[in-house]
């Protein structure tokens, strides 16, 4: 039997690497006494971390609450730099993260957005040594093709890979003035509708209001059905709904609450502290709501 041919994908902007088996055949996927053939390279990704000084082990959350699925999971930390494997029928996965500085989620930090601009400087050399120490482990032992796998940086640069892998979309277009010229006749039916009944035109410029209330404008491009690219600057790209987008006249920069919407959104904040055991906090919300309610009298 040959070398096992797979794909080795990694990125660094949520820290992964994942190897998955190629081909179509799933009787490709047993081995001859009925073990997964790509066992053995699960298992010497995490010896190749082991080596490099980490404690690899079982995953305690799933060991916690499915036992009976821990053989296919584990857990690992190199000073710092942990991480979470996973090995399916055809393929396996680890996930980077860390928990030194202080995470957004209150779950911890592998649940974290944009993991890797959190990531101490220490954190962030290990990470680069424990990925090229991993594909330089793995590929030896298979017929790999290594693929790097994050967005551009750039606004423009993301939306041309995803019309050059749409299928959605015309293959022709090389850059963003095609883009407008190829859409210009394009089927968008009902989706290019904005928030008041106007046609939405690739390359227009539109407003949208974003989920912290202020006022946003960009330059929007069609994605899929009635979502559309919106470039805000070289390297902010938002993907919004067609009846979010509309031209300004006299919208406020920042979205007025009203004072029942207000009073709404803070019991509802008060509801979430309550729920994480912050009291001083609800405290402190509670003292704002009773001072609204009376003011509305």
Partial sequence: MGKLKVDIRFGYKNPFLSVC?????PNDRWDKVHNWVHHHLYCAALQTMRKKGAE???????ERQSPILSSYHGYGNWHGLEFQSEIHMSSFILEFYQNVTPSENRNGGYYDFDKYKKFPYLIRLRLKVAINSLIAALTPLCDATVTFTDLPEKAEERIMKEYRESCHKRQNISSLADAQSALSDYDLSQNNNDRDNKKIVCGDLKYFYSYDGYLHRGIV??????????VENDTTLRNIA??????????????????????????EERSRQIKAENFLRCDRIQKVINRMASQLG
């Fill in 56 to 62: 690899v082990g079982k995953n305690p959350r799933i």
């Fill in 21 to 25: 088996l190629l081909g179509d055949n």
């Fill in 221 to 230: 491009y069609h994605n899929l059905n009635n979502m559309w690219w919106v």
């Fill in 242 to 267: 067609s009846f979010y987008l509309f031209d300004r006249t006299d919208e406020p920069i920042r979205k007025v609450l009203s004072a029942d919407k207000k009073l709404e959104k803070l019991k």
